[in-house]
């Protein structure tokens, strides 16, 4: 949208006073959905105390943002049936994932875009927001053009250090792009004015639990190295199968005791196959708690996607990260991160197997001194309070507030930009 344009100028303005409209839109994964739910949880934050105290907030504006009204647009095949807290109003459109190369599935899925297009324009048209938001993927091109032709305002959140090419693609339509790292800003060099840096918010049940009432609600001991596995929010089946090979060779299994998330279709197997080893473990095929897990733990192993390298950063947790080699570099990119810090050891896909993986474990079971060294790398990366930094993104431009205006937590995240040479605004 022009941002010489007002909210007025949109041809969908209805002149109604008071409140605020958000339509927030994301993809099918729990890499989309999490951070997407992060932010509406902090919108749906009644107290508002995220809002900042700067004259340019007057008092109209903020009764106004007292009263917000959200709807939340994702793909009909999701995960969200998973997810039992999921409580907010919603829309399910038909769009589906378009394979790269020739694919016969492919022209069903392009039947589903244009379908799914015209179920994203009737929404609009239906709740007409004052802010569309897009947390990346296919499903979010229709509607952010959409709004772009009726003069809506948009933001587009990235969640990965590389962005993937939907955002890629809308970034010259939106009014305002959000990044988790600084390093994203490079791949936006024509659209800079539009970045601002916010982080990748997570869900709000997300917060440190005593490690006491954790290893209680696992039924874990203290005095044990707890390994966290996970494979994604569909779980891995290269890490499923290489882990259990490494830690049933392991000599002493009574050093550790194992947390499984392994997706549904491994469970079986993987229930079997502890029930006849001697390691002390809980498999989950799905776990929503995650905050326990977390808090529990004194090392993960996963993938490296941006939901999961955020959720490590915030609970600060060393970490072996197995790349999923099929998602465009995002992943590797991703666990970079952490590798450079000192917090992560990458072991790659076409590299895993039941040794490396096993040595890696013994090793840092066996040395708790660099357990805590990695630990306390973490201190060397910026910690944004990505849920504030992101709401405030969207409140603004809905009140057609320049970023310009020094607003103290942009403030600070511009300086986090300048220490890693970065070149958005902040």
């Known amino acids: 949208m022009n941002p010489a344009l007002s909210k007025k100028d949109s041809l969908l303005y209805n002149g109604r006073k008071g409140g605020v409209k ?69 829309n399910y459109i038909s769009i589906s994932s378009i394979k790269l190369g020739f694919d016969f599935r492919n022209f069903s899925a392009i039947l589903r875009f244009f379908k799914g297009s015209w179920e994203s324009l009737i929404i609009l048209l239906t709740f007409r927001p004052d802010v569309v938001v897009g947390f990346g993927s296919l499903v979010c091109i229709p509607m952010i053009l959409f709004a772009w032709l009726f003069r809506i ?27 988790s790292f600084a390093q994203t800003c490079d791949y936006f060099k024509d659209y800079k004015r539009k970045v601002v840096l916010t982080g990748n918010p997570i869900r709000k049940e997300l917060s440190r639990i005593d490690k006491n009432k954790a290893l209680d609600f696992f039924g874990f001991n203290s005095d044990k190295f707890t390994i966290l596995v996970m494979g994604g ?48 473990s809980r498999l989950f ?14 090392l993960v192993i996963s993938r490296s996607g941006a939901t999961t390298i955020a959720e490590l950063i ?22 970079k991160v952490l590798e450079t810090i000192g917090s992560a050891i990458i072991v790659q896909d076409n590299n895993l197997d039941s040794d490396i993986l096993s040595k890696n474990i013994e090793e840092l079971i066996n040395n708790p001194e660099r357990i805590k060294a990695m630990r306390s790398y973490y201190d060397n990366i910026p910690r944004l309070n990505a849920n504030d930094l992101l709401v405030e993104a969207v409140l603004t431009l809905s009140e057609d507030i320049s970023y310009s205006s020094k607003l103290s937590r942009q403030q600070n995240a511009s300086k986090i930009c300048s220490k890693f040479s970065c070149s958005c605004r902040g």
């Open 22 to 90: 958000i339509l927030a839109i994301t993809g099918a994964s729990g890499g989309h959905i999490f951070p997407t739910l992060g932010f509406l949880d902090t919108l749906n934050n009644k107290s508002r105390t995220f809002l900042p105290q700067e004259a340019l907030y007057t008092k109209k504006v903020r009764d106004k943002h007292k009263d917000i009204d959200v709807i939340l647009v994702l793909p009909k095949k999701s995960i969200t049936n998973q997810i039992k807290s999921f409580e907010y109003k919603f």
């Open 153 to 179: 305002k948009t933001l587009i959140h990235e969640q990965n250090v590389i962005p993937g090419r939907a955002n890629r693609f809308l970034g010259l339509f939106t009014d305002r792009i959000a990044i």
């Open 233 to 280: 929010s569909l779980g891995s089946q290269r890490i499923n199968f290489a882990f259990l090979r490494a830690v049933s060779a392991m000599p002493d299994k009574s050093s550790f005791q194992v947390i499984h998330l392994a997706g549904a279709q491994d469970f079986d197997f993987l229930k079997n196959s502890y029930e006849d080893s001697n390691i002390n």
């Open 285 to 298: 095929n799905f776990l929503g708690p995650m905050q326990y897990a977390y808090s529990v733990c004194d």
């Open 314 to 335: 915030f609970f600060g947790l060393p970490a072996i990260l197995i790349p999923y080699p099929f998602a465009y570099r995002h992943q590797i990119a991703n666990a």
